[in-house]
């Protein structure tokens, strides 16, 4: 049987498989992902997510399905994943472009985070409408009651490639949260495709505290695209401001995120880690499905020892 590699690596706690398909294009045509997905996230004792690297045209690309199959427009935190991925093996340079959910994205090299942790940053332009929502209108939904979901609650909503709804709370309520992810997900006729949906606080000058339940996955220790459009939201409400870089941190890790506004509309810039965990190989049995080769797992104990001391730092702060 054919073997492929695999890696395991987050963004920020954001944990995922990722799989090489430039390299390893016969995969593409063996198994469909959201199964593959289902089974490897399964398989690492319940990931976030698979991300697979791909090309789109002569550029690069990015897929992501959730832990149940479902397909994923954007992700913040794998986007970084992919990119360093793309540039260790396939000479992506300092500055490239990522295709996602059939838009295309910035992406850079950054400065190493303290301990050397490799660092990417990714440009994602927002938009304040889609079809996701069906109670956008004309003008931007800011700040703004929706009763089916919340009677008390206020609600922004953006989309970066996938659609948020993000809350500006003065505590963490993880149940609370969680709860409000459910509920978002028994109203289709409010939100067709399912969202995200984000609790932040401000904890400093310039500092938020974001925690997100992720459609497709539930309660995630992070989420980029939501940490994205929870800093957007704090600098729209005058929360935060713009220009100004933004230290978001959630119970993962910590980001850093720079939005803009001008005559090309609005964008923030997410940097943070890119952490590989290790690297494994798999084999697809009979049936297709994935199994793991326990014997060929090595783990990259250097990068899971820096960034847990770098969590160790963030307590610190």
């Not at 492929?4 to 995922?16: M, T």
Request: glycine fraction near 12%; hydrophobic fraction near 40%.
């Amino acid at each position: 049987m054919h073997e492929f590699e695999y890696i395991v690596c987050h963004g920020s706690g954001n944990r995922f498989v990722l799989i090489d398909c430039v390299a390893q294009a016969a995969l593409s045509e063996a198994v469909a992902p959201a199964a593959l997905a289902q089974e490897l996230c399964r398989s690492h004792g319940g990931l976030d997510g698979l991300l697979l690297l791909v090309r789109v045209g002569g550029e690069f690309g990015m897929r992501m399905f959730n832990p149940d199959g479902s397909a994923a427009e954007m992700c913040g935190n794998g986007i970084r994943c992919v990119a360093r991925l793309a540039a260790a093996r396939h000479g992506a340079g300092q500055r490239f472009v990522l295709w996602s959910g059939g838009r295309r994205y910035l992406l850079a090299r950054e400065e190493p985070l303290p301990g050397g942790i490799p660092a990417f940053g990714v440009r994602i332009p927002i938009g304040f409408a889609s079809d996701d929502f069906v109670r956008c209108g004309d003008e931007p939904f800011v700040d703004s009651p929706i009763p089916d979901l919340d009677p008390g609650l206020r609600f922004s909503f953006l989309h970066l490639g996938n659609p948020h709804l993000v809350c500006r709370t003065e505590w963490s309520d993880i149940d609370g949260l969680e709860r409000l992810g459910r509920r978002a997900a028994e109203l289709p006729g409010v939100f067709p495709h399912g969202i995200n949906v984000s609790f932040y606080r401000p904890c400093g000058a310039q500092r938020l505290f974001v925690a997100t339940c992720e459609r497709g996955a539930g309660i995630t220790l992070s989420c980029g695209t939501a940490m994205t459009a929870c800093s957007t939201a704090a600098c729209i409400g005058g929360l935060c401001r713009f220009g100004v870089p933004i230290e978001v941190f959630n119970r993962g890790g910590m980001v850093r995120c720079l939005c803009t506004r001008g005559s090309e509309g609005t964008a923030t810039s997410l940097c943070g880690n890119a952490t590989f965990e290790g690297e494994g190989r798999f084999v697809l049995d009979r049936d297709g499905r994935a199994v793991l080769l326990p014997e060929s797992w090595r783990p990259r104990r250097e990068e899971t020892e820096a960034y847990a001391a770098f969590l160790e730092h963030l307590k610190k702060l």
